[in-house]
């Protein structure tokens, strides 16, 4: 029946199976405007100040709203920053990396994950990602594992959490610290806790593209007492204040202005009351989209670990091109065709950036990698993550979760315009 008007793809020339553009992902409302508002004819729209008295860690706003997340995530600090790069460079610098040392990072993140290292002039290195979740692979965490590792950078990509249990027990074994970087998992469960918190320090984006955002910001969660010190030092001119404050530990003390306004966790704190809600529209979305197409031959959907919830910041999956004899960019023009919002064909593996295939950084000399900082040759060739590798050129693709409502309708439309390619594969061969 593919030749008939009706199911003519859009692609040539048959009618578009979504005709209007889906509302608007939005997770701003009243309550958000209300709590601006107050913080705005306050006047006081930051409080923080770079010096050692009690308005070093922030104003009224910022405290509350590091409560709340404290007593949300289940965790013994919360720290705000200006946003989640900010975070990432905060903890980074916090668990003392030392300029020279290895960080074994995912290729598969956004490019912060791994700047982030670079800033404190430390070495990422790049380990494979498990082909079904897409995080870091253990295996190839551990065997990149040499004798200047000193921390992996765990990804919870794409909405769950990576194999915790996996890279904390390779921590022990190497003695090495884990960082969470959850900016796309916020409220995503790995057993009892949240993704993020099961790491020696984790955190979350507050970013307009994010399930929860606050415009611009993030929150570093950890149960340390010590790295949480060193991560409010950091973000706030750290240099400037060890003195007053009697700390003799200057290992990382070199500070930055990380600091989120009093407008900026008002809003967080309304935010984070929803955050649990608009992960349940995400997962809604998700399943209804799953069982509208899950029959589908040679399609792999998202597979969720054991033991995890997955938020869906995206949906993931893979195409079994030899299987259908299509290739992907022909399936994704198909789709898009159809009026399919938020298609992306493979993902960028960082590795292949001009700046690591070029190793230049700092400068226009190759710093770090140049230097004799850096105690060994790291590849970053093509190569180095053959299953992260493949997936970007061959079978992965996705659809964005955050930046549509996605309401059953709009889902109920998906799956119809998934269907209909489907049904026309032989068309596009
Ligand atoms: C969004 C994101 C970041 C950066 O967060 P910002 O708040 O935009 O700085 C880092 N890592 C991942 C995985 C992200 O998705």
Not at 176 to 196: C, E, F, H, N, R
Not at 321 to 336: D, M, W
Not at 351 to 366: D, E, N, V
Not at 399 to 417: K, N, P, R, Y
Request: glycine share 8%; net charge negative.
């Amino acid at each position: 029946m593919t030749n008939s008007t009706t199911d003519r793809l859009a692609l040539h020339g048959g009618e578009k199976t979504i005709l209007a553009p889906f509302k608007r992902y939005n997770s701003i409302g009243t309550e958000e405007v209300a709590a601006a508002k107050e913080v705005i004819e306050s006047g006081v729209l930051s409080k923080f100040l770079g010096c050692w008295e009690p308005d070093f860690y922030g104003g009224p706003k910022v405290q509350e709203f590091e409560r709340a997340c404290e007593a949300y995530f289940g965790v013994k600090h919360a720290v705000t920053v200006n946003s989640w790069t900010s975070g990432l460079i905060a903890a980074v610098g916090a668990i003392g990396i030392e300029p020279g040392d290895e960080v074994i990072v995912s290729p598969w993140t956004m490019c912060a994950s791994a700047t982030a290292i670079l800033h404190w002039n430390a070495i990422p290195v790049f380990a494979d990602i498990d082909p079904l979740t897409f995080c870091i692979d253990p295996a190839s965490v551990e065997a990149n594992i040499t004798p200047y590792t000193k921390a992996i950078l765990a990804v919870d990509i794409f909405g769950q959490s990576a194999n915790m249990t996996a890279l904390m027990a390779l921590a022990d074994k190497y003695g090495l610290k884990v960082i969470s970087d959850t900016a796309q998992s916020p409220g995503a469960l790995s057993g009892k806790k949240y993704a993020g918190t099961l790491a020696h320090v984790g955190g979350y984006s507050l970013n307009y593209h994010k399930h929860i955002h606050t415009g611009e910001g993030g929150i570093l969660v950890t149960d340390d007492d010590s790295i949480a010190e060193k991560m409010r030092m950091i973000r706030n001119h750290a240099e400037a204040v060890v003195g007053d404050r009697g700390i003799t530990d200057l290992t990382n003390m070199i500070g930055y202005n990380f600091r989120l306004g009093e407008v900026e966790c008002a809003i967080g704190i309304e935010q984070l009351k929803k955050l649990k809600h608009l992960v349940g529209l995400r997962q809604r979305a998700a399943q209804r989209f799953t069982s509208g197409i899950k029959d589908l031959p040679g399609l792999r959907l998202p597979t969720v670990s054991t033991g995890n919830t997955h938020a869906y910041y995206m949906y993931p999956m893979l195409l079994d091109n030899e299987l259908l004899g299509v290739s992907r960019a022909a399936i994704i023009k198909a789709l898009e065709a159809e009026g399919i919002p938020g298609l992306s064909a493979g993902y960028q593996n960082l590795h292949m950036l001009p700046m690591y295939q070029k190793k230049m950084a700092y400068g226009s000399h190759g710093f770090p990698w140049s230097s004799d900082i850096c105690r060994r040759e790291v590849s970053y060739s093509k190569g180095i993550c053959p299953i992260a590798e493949a997936l970007h050129e061959r079978s992965y693709f996705a659809i964005e979760m955050c930046v549509h409502e996605l309401l059953d309708s709009d889902v109920d439309l998906m799956v119809a315009a998934f269907r209909k390619v489907w049904a026309a594969l032989e068309t596009l061969r």
